[in-house]
């Protein structure tokens, strides 16, 4: 009995020396992994993600108003039709960009949002304040009074606030 007791001790303690190393090396395994899966992460959504600010900053300079305008309004246009299509654009470009919500910080999501939702507010209120029989020229004229009484567009509102997030995710 005493013999098995001698004997008993050492294994005893080589086998809690084993289980301890062999612990200590999965243990390490795990976390090797797991920085290797966030190295693999990083190198496919990092890309993915300057990608979809950039996308936005596109989307919130192709809605802006100013640059909408220049864009859309043909000599001859009436008011109603301007509109029509300057909400058009709007809503186009939403649909199109929608999907990069995913990869931008929901904050920033809710300032484009809210930057679309201004913008198309803006239109609304520019057409509202016309007569039915006004131009096009009216139309730009009254959006462009609107921006102007704003100390920051909406659209650059916003897009400041992108850029300052991609800076700060950057860094």
Known sequence: MKDVLILSIPLAG????????LQ???NKNIHENEKEIDIQKTKTFFPLQ?????RVILFLERIDPNNMIIRTHKSGMNA??????????????YTHN???QVYIHPKSWKTV???KDETIQILNVAINNLSA???GLDLSAKIFESIAS??????ENARNSIVNELQTTIK
């Open 14 to 21: 080589i086998l809690v020396a084993t289980y301890m190393m």
């Open 24 to 26: 200590h090396f999965h």
């Open 50 to 54: 300057i990608q979809a600010y950039e």
């Open 80 to 93: 109603i039709t301007l509109h029509r299509e300057l909400l058009k654009i709007v809503r186009e470009e």
């Open 98 to 100: 929608m999907s990069q």
């Open 113 to 115: 949002l809210n930057a």
């Open 133 to 135: 029989d006004s131009s």
């Open 150 to 155: 704003k100390k920051i567009s909406p659209t």
